[in-house]
């Protein structure tokens, strides 16, 4: 068999197992969601589909990193990869996804190691959809969801999230002294505030925005927390 003859047949394997990791899941094995009104695929299905047509041996994940938002504690998201083999051929797809942690009624959290499986489930979902596996599932979830207006175009952020989106820039690029500096200076300026939040006043704002560049090059302005003047620093 020639070079260009194995080449073709190589080909042919490829579609073939590319179209059947696309193949739609029977009705019998789907679930729904009677919450979000969505109808999904269990991840043991998908698992099974990925052993069943590339084999054991052909096909593996690794988690990137999962990790909780500090602003959304409720929710862990999942950073996946997954690796397949198709004859010499070498694919890899990533995905992310989330679950949402249940919490008792005294405050603690159920089982926050299901709350990982589940984000790396979903992530390992999103993955094998992009390889065609439940991709038929996420399209019409998408179109429902278009259909019923859920995706909505976001709201204008009031003027205290800009300024706050802004004050959190400076903060996160500054070192830990400098960081203290500025707390100092907020509890000092602002002691009925609390921590600068979207919450708080776009005056309060606009003077830490000024404070902050003040710490981080010195000999900026600055503003005297006694009077709220900008003065030199």
Same mark, same amino acid.
């Given at each position: 068999?020639?070079?260009?003859?194995?080449?073709?047949?190589?080909?042919?394997?490829?579609?073939?197992?590319?179209?059947?990791?696309?193949?739609?899941?029977?009705?019998?094995?789907?679930?729904?969601?009677?919450?979000?009104?969505?109808?999904?695929?269990?991840?043991?299905? &998908?698992?099974?589909? +990925?052993? $069943?047509?590339?084999?054991?041996?052909?096909?593996?994940?690794?988690?990137?990193? %999962?990790?909780? @938002?500090?602003?959304?504690?409720?929710?862990?998201?999942?950073?996946?990869?997954?690796?397949?083999?198709?004859?010499?051929?070498?694919?890899?797809?990533?995905?992310?996804?989330?679950?949402?942690?249940?919490?008792?009624?005294?405050?603690?959290?159920?089982?926050?190691?299901?709350?990982?499986?589940?984000?790396?489930?979903?992530?390992?979902?999103?993955?094998?959809?992009?390889?065609? &596996?439940?991709?038929? +599932?996420? $399209?019409?979830?998408?179109?429902?969801?278009?259909?019923?207006?859920?995706?909505? %175009?976001?709201? @204008?952020?009031?003027?205290?999230?800009?300024?706050?989106?802004?004050?959190?820039?400076?903060?996160?690029?500054?070192?830990?002294?400098?960081?203290?500096?500025?707390?100092?200076?907020?509890?000092?300026?602002?002691?009925?505030?609390?921590?600068?939040?979207?919450?708080?006043?776009?005056?309060?704002?606009?003077?830490?925005?000024?404070?902050?560049?003040?710490?981080?090059?010195?000999?900026?302005?600055?503003?005297?927390?006694?009077?709220?003047?900008?003065?030199?620093?």
């Amino acid at each position: 068999m020639s070079t260009e003859e194995i080449t073709q047949v190589a080909a042919t394997d490829y579609d073939k197992i590319m179209a059947e990791l696309a193949e739609p899941f029977p009705a019998e094995l789907l679930r729904e969601n009677t919450a979000k009104r969505l109808t999904y695929v269990p991840i043991a299905e &998908v698992i099974a589909r +990925l052993n $069943r047509v590339l084999g054991v041996q052909n096909w593996s994940t690794e988690i990137v990193r %999962t990790w909780r @938002e500090p602003d959304h504690p409720d929710w862990v998201i999942s950073q996946v990869r997954l690796s397949i083999r198709i004859g010499t051929q070498s694919i890899v797809r990533e995905g992310i996804g989330g679950q949402q942690v249940k919490f008792r009624k005294s405050g603690d959290v159920v089982d926050l190691g299901d709350e990982f499986k589940g984000a790396y489930s979903d992530a390992l979902k999103k993955a094998a959809q992009s390889l065609g &596996v439940g991709l038929e +599932l996420a $399209r019409t979830d998408e179109a429902l969801a278009y259909a019923e207006g859920a995706y909505e %175009t976001p709201a @204008e952020p009031s003027p205290e999230a800009k300024l706050y989106a802004t004050l959190k820039g400076h903060i996160d690029s500054m070192p830990a002294e400098a960081k203290t500096k500025l707390k100092t200076w907020w509890s000092s300026a602002y002691p009925d505030q609390g921590a600068p939040s979207t919450t708080s006043s776009l005056e309060s704002l606009n003077a830490a925005i000024v404070e902050a560049v003040k710490i981080s090059t010195p000999g900026m302005e600055s503003v005297d927390p006694e009077t709220g003047e900008v003065v030199n620093g």
